[in-house]
């Protein structure tokens, strides 16, 4: 671009950032004024407010001039890119736009520009089967580079993007390398494929590389050793095991077979991409409604994200339960962005729960994609690997919207991810943390409705005014703000004009008669009558477990659950299941897991009332037993110690799901919650037999440990007050005593110190009362870290030290470790660092004593950092190694996302590789337990990235 005097700009940012005119070097000013132009060039071409730029330039450090000292900053830099401009003359390159600035830039005068369209040629040239031409292509743009991108510029947000392109720069090397590779050059990789592996030994895509030059170089012996090496390092420094691709490539080199995919027999012949004229545009989004009731928060977000990532890349998971809307939410957002994405718009449905149809497989998706973007049938390449990425290689240069209507997964999701200028929505039940951790997908989560958009949804497509407005939310309640049971109403009210809303309310509050009250009716029979019928046709097995399913208050059943309820075989048990789903009365929600729509849960909870009161209580009762069983072996494989709670059921079930090791025993745990707190709250609930109120606090105290270790401390606090009150009513001095325990931990979680503090001496009264020595243990070690809490560290010292010495007479070793361990940290906050070592260590062993694998864990991540604030850096690095591996073998994620952040920590202060890779995955695992530890990671992780080397 000139600059109004015919002489032309070009701005380079890939090395030191500089400005030229005419071949000479333009002054850019003061440093800070040089942060302000990196600021407006990274987003060239599209307005940047004033608040932007002043975080970007200061952070966390404005001074109170911020706002003169940039409109400074700018008048400098217009005199600089546009010196011949007179005095008064409005700029041209560097204009004011509302509350900030727009720096015009012509594509081609920017060295970063250049890059990538080299990139994008080069990958259009590999499509084509040129791979010699690509390769060229690529050395080109690689030649842009010349040192450090941004270099001269400080501050946060340069570090930040000095990262993000050093990172770009490193996949094109890699993609440089692979089309090497495919040239059969690859012996002369070796040397700079080594080097690169070297400096970024995380990087699986650079091992597999790197195994592969050396087996072109006939050194098959090194290719495997290069894979023991990369083995070792993400086992040590991530605590996971290759990936897929690598484990493949290790198997080709064993067996003697050609690690390098076949070749292309004939190049493609594609229809050309015009640069700004696309040959085809794809407009495939379904019709969405043209209002959305109720999502104003979710499209602002929406909106928001999109705004952060001007220049494209964004992908968004939408997600909540079945029926919640988010397709229709997605849709309409997606509608609304079309002209921010002027190439078209991509959709598929893959059908991830559909029961009647099997989920579409990334192959299947990318070969719909591609023949939409004109590759004829026979162009299509056979392997997904391949079709993934001429799919990116098609749409490198174009801003799309790709839609990914109900994914089920991860895994399947990431071939089918392009790169920037374009937008990914995939819609979801899950929450999809593997997107989160590979792509930096953003969640955007559903919830219900709440009332007053509940009411405006019926109100809108019933057509019905404000006059029955007390009717139209209570009919808003009943139908618990679900988008879909609210449509069902509302169309029941559309198509019968004269039928009152209070009417269809009173059929409502009926569960008996809400079938009918939803106008699910054909012209022949209710749905009432149809599902009798179907139930007739069944053979008399599954038709009694119809009814007995009623009798379940959980979200889903599996075999072993109704094995027990009707004192069957679990085989017996699952084949009648299976016919149920034949028969379209209940669907799978997971393998091995049977749900019911809410109309058919309304028809088994009639059935289910139908049954004589007797076989009502039994099966409720070995319902209740088979839970309290189960979650209390589950409970007793978990890696946290846990007190001497006998639980004892009448009925054991014959025949349960296996659960050896802490693995299996979190996971069915994790699958189980919702039907065991659902089973709680019934047994608490008015019953039928006197045994139930023993299950109404047993079974959450069951879930005690798996709820504090998932960081679910939301439900942990819920269900412990419901138990407390079941164990109060009970009149059991134990069932108080861990009640209140409990509740103390749980009110801790919440930063309810004083509450806390008081439940646990209530608890120590009961301990006390009843001669519990290791009970008065437990509770004083409690006491002792809400008095620290709360900044009484002489009583807490006392405290701790009474439980110690009540520990040690109890015989109670795993209290006596808790409370060597809460010493050592009291110590340490008060920067007594070797007195809280000497602690620590001693709880360490005593921990490893008594299988307290969590506890051990945490310790170790505790005694990192007093080994690192005291000097002890080789010993801080060890130990947070070990904390890392104690929680690996513990199966617990959160105590994982703990080491994995302390590791980070301390390699970081070090000076090591590796900081950024653990803060990864401690986001990772944080964000999938919605802990709130995720939002500190999150800032250290940027941080780390900031000031990482290229």
């Known amino acids: 671009m000139a600059d109004g005097g015919g002489e032309r700009l070009r701005f380079e940012v890939l090395g030191l950032l500089r400005a030229a005119r005419g071949g000479e070097e333009v002054d850019l000013g003061a440093a800070k004024q040089r942060a302000v132009l990196a600021v407006l060039l990274l987003a060239r071409n599209t307005p940047v407010n004033r608040g932007q730029i002043i975080e970007a330039v200061w952070g966390d450090n404005t001074p109170p001039s911020a706002v003169n000292l940039v409109q400074t900053y700018v008048a400098g830099l217009r005199r600089a890119l546009e010196p011949r401009r007179a005095r008064r003359a409005p700029a041209e390159l560097l204009t004011s736009v509302g509350d900030g600035y727009l720096l015009r830039v012509d594509p081609t005068a920017v060295d970063l520009d250049e890059f990538e369209r080299g990139v994008a040629t080069a990958a259009r040239l590999r499509s084509t089967g040129d791979l010699v031409a690509a390769a060229t292509t690529?050395?080109?743009?690689?030649?842009?580079?010349?040192?450090?991108?941004?270099?001269?510029?400080?501050?946060?947000?340069?570090?930040?993007?000095?990262?993000r392109l050093a990172e770009r720069r490193l996949a094109v090397l890699e993609e440089r390398a692979e089309l090497l590779l495919l040239i059969g050059r690859g012996a002369e990789l070796v040397p700079?494929?080594?080097?690169?592996?070297?400096?970024?030994p995380l990087r699986e895509r650079g091992h597999g590389l790197l195994m592969r030059a050396l087996c072109q170089a006939g050194r098959q012996a090194e290719a495997?050793?290069?894979?023991?090496?990369?083995?070792?390092?993400?086992?040590?420094?991530?605590?996971?095991?290759?990936?897929?691709?690598?484990?493949?490539?290790?198997?080709?080199?064993?067996?003697?077979?050609?690690?390098?995919?076949?070749?292309?027999?004939?190049?493609?012949?594609?229809?050309?991409?015009?640069?700004?004229?696309?040959?085809?545009?794809?407009?495939?989004?379904?019709?969405?409604?043209?209002?959305?009731?109720?999502?104003?928060?979710?499209?602002?977000?929406?909106?928001?994200?999109?705004?952060a990532h001007p220049d494209g890349g964004l992908v968004l998971v939408v997600t909540g339960p079945a029926g919640v809307g988010k397709t229709a939410l997605a849709l309409h957002w997606a509608q609304t962005v079309r002209e921010d994405f002027p190439d078209g718009q991509l959709y598929v449905d893959l059908h991830g729960y559909d029961p009647n149809q099997e989920p579409l497989g990334a192959g299947e998706v990318l070969s719909?994609?591609?023949?939409?973007?004109?590759?004829?049938?026979?162009?299509?390449?056979?392997?997904?690997?391949?079709?993934?990425?001429?799919f990116r290689t098609l749409i490198a240069d174009r801003r799309m919207v790709v839609m990914l209507d109900n994914a089920r997964g991860s895994t399947e999701l990431l071939p089918l991810l392009p790169?920037?200028?374009?937008?990914?929505?995939?819609?979801?039940?899950?929450?999809?943390?593997?997107?989160?951790?590979?792509?930096?997908?953003?969640?955007?989560?559903?919830?219900?409705?709440?009332?007053?958009?509940?009411?405006?949804?019926?109100?809108?497509?019933?057509?019905?005014?404000?006059?029955e407005a007390a009717a139209l939310r209570r009919l808003a309640v009943l139908c618990d703000g679900l988008p879909l049971a609210l449509r069902i109403a509302a169309a029941r009210l559309a198509v019968a004009p004269t039928l009152?809303?209070?009417e269809l309310v009173a059929e409502l509050d009926d569960e008996h008669g809400r079938l009918a009250a939803l106008g699910l009716e054909d012209e022949d029979s209710t749905v009432r009558a149809a599902l009798d019928a179907s139930r007739r046709a069944l053979s008399p097995l599954p038709a009694r477990l119809l009814a007995l399913l009623g009798l379940h208050p959980g979200p889903d059943v599996t075999g072993f659950v109704v094995a027990a309820m009707a004192r069957v075989r679990v085989g017996e048990a699952q084949r009648a299941l299976d016919a149920l789903t034949a028969a379209n009365l209940l669907s799978v929600n997971e393998p091995g897991r049977y749900g019911a729509h809410d109309l058919v849960r309304v028809y088994t909870r009639t059935l289910a009332a139908e049954l004589p009161a007797e076989v009502r209580r039994e099966a409720t009762g070995r319902m209740l037993d088979y839970y309290l069983h189960c979650a209390d072996l589950a409970d007793g494989q978990l890696p946290v110690g846990r007190g001497s709670v006998r639980v004892a059921p009448e009925h054991v079930p014959a025949e349960m799901p296996k659960l050896a090791g802490p693995a299996a025993?979190?996971?069915?745990?994790?699958?189980?919650?919702?039907?065991i707190i659902a089973a709680a709250e019934l047994a608490a609930a008015p019953a039928e037999a006197p045994e139930w109120p023993v299950h109404a606090w047993q079974l959450p105290y069951t879930l005690s440990r798996f709820l504090w270790l998932r960081a679910d401390r939301t439900t942990w606090l819920r269900t412990t007050e419901a138990a407390l009150e079941a164990a109060t009513t009970l009149g059991d001095p134990e069932a108080r005593f861990v009640m209140l325990f409990n509740l103390g931990i749980a009110l801790a979680q919440f930063q309810r110190m004083d509450e806390s503090l008081a439940r646990h001496r209530e608890a120590l009264d009961v301990a006390r009362a009843s001669g519990d020595l290791n009970a008065q243990a437990r509770a004083l070690t409690t006491v002792a870290d809400m008095l620290a809490f709360l900044g009484r560290p002489a009583e807490s010292e006392a405290s701790y030290r009474e439980a110690l010495d009540v520990s040690r007479s109890a015989g109670s070793r795993w209290a006596e470790a808790n409370a060597h361990h809460n010493l050592g940290l009291l110590h340490m906050s008060s920067r007594r660092y070797d007195d809280a070592k000497t602690w620590l260590r001693a709880a360490v062993t005593m921990y490893r004593e008594v299988g307290e694998q969590c506890g051990e864990s945490t310790c170790h991540t505790d005694l990192a950092t007093a080994l690192l604030e005291s000097g002890g850096e080789g010993e801080a690095?060890?130990?947070?190694?070990?904390?890392?591996?104690?929680?690996?073998?513990?199966?617990?994620?959160?105590?994982?996302?703990?080491?994995?952040?302390?590791?980070?920590?301390?390699?970081?202060?070090?000076?090591?590789?590796?900081?950024?890779?653990?803060?990864?995955?401690?986001?990772?695992?944080?964000?999938?337990?919605?802990?709130?530890?995720?939002?500190?990671?999150r800032e250290r992780l940027a941080r780390a990235r900031a000031t990482a080397p290229v």
């Not at 007053?452 to 019926?458: F, G, H, I, K, L």
């Not at 025993?665 to 039907?675: F, I, K, P, S, V």
């Not at 090591?912 to 802990?931: D, I, S």
């Open 877 to 937: 690095l060890a130990s947070a190694r070990t904390a890392l591996s104690v929680a690996t073998a513990a199966a617990s994620p959160y105590h994982q996302a703990m080491a994995h952040d302390r590791l980070a920590a301390v390699l970081d202060r070090l000076g090591l590789p590796g900081a950024v890779a653990h803060w990864q995955r401690a986001l990772a695992l944080f964000t999938e337990l919605n802990a709130p530890e995720s939002d500190q990671v």
């Open 500 to 502: 009152r809303v209070a």
């Open 192 to 200: 700079s494929l080594t080097t690169l592996v070297g400096e970024h």
């Open 138 to 163: 690529l050395d080109e743009a690689l030649g842009l580079w010349r040192g450090e991108p941004l270099g001269g510029v400080a501050g946060l947000f340069a570090e930040v993007e000095r990262g």
């Open 368 to 390: 719909r994609f591609l023949r939409t973007l004109g590759v004829p049938s026979a162009d299509i390449p056979v392997t997904a690997e391949e079709r993934s990425a001429l």
């Open 419 to 467: 790169g920037p200028p374009s937008c990914v929505v995939v819609t979801s039940r899950r929450r999809l943390v593997g997107l989160v951790a590979h792509a930096e997908a953003r969640l955007v989560e559903l919830d219900m409705l709440d009332l007053d958009a509940s009411v405006a949804v019926v109100g809108r497509i019933a057509g019905r005014d404000g006059t």
């Open 224 to 307: 495997l050793a290069v894979y023991r090496e990369a083995r070792r390092v993400l086992i040590e420094e991530l605590g996971v095991e290759p990936g897929p691709e690598l484990r493949k490539l290790q198997q080709a080199v064993l067996s003697g077979e050609n690690p390098e995919p076949e070749r292309p027999t004939r190049p493609m012949t594609l229809r050309p991409l015009g640069e700004s004229a696309p040959a085809i545009t794809p407009a495939q989004l379904p019709r969405a409604s043209a209002t959305l009731i109720g999502r104003d928060d979710e499209l602002k977000r929406l909106d928001g994200l999109l705004a």
């Open 665 to 675: 025993a979190t996971a069915w745990l994790d699958a189980e919650q919702g039907n």
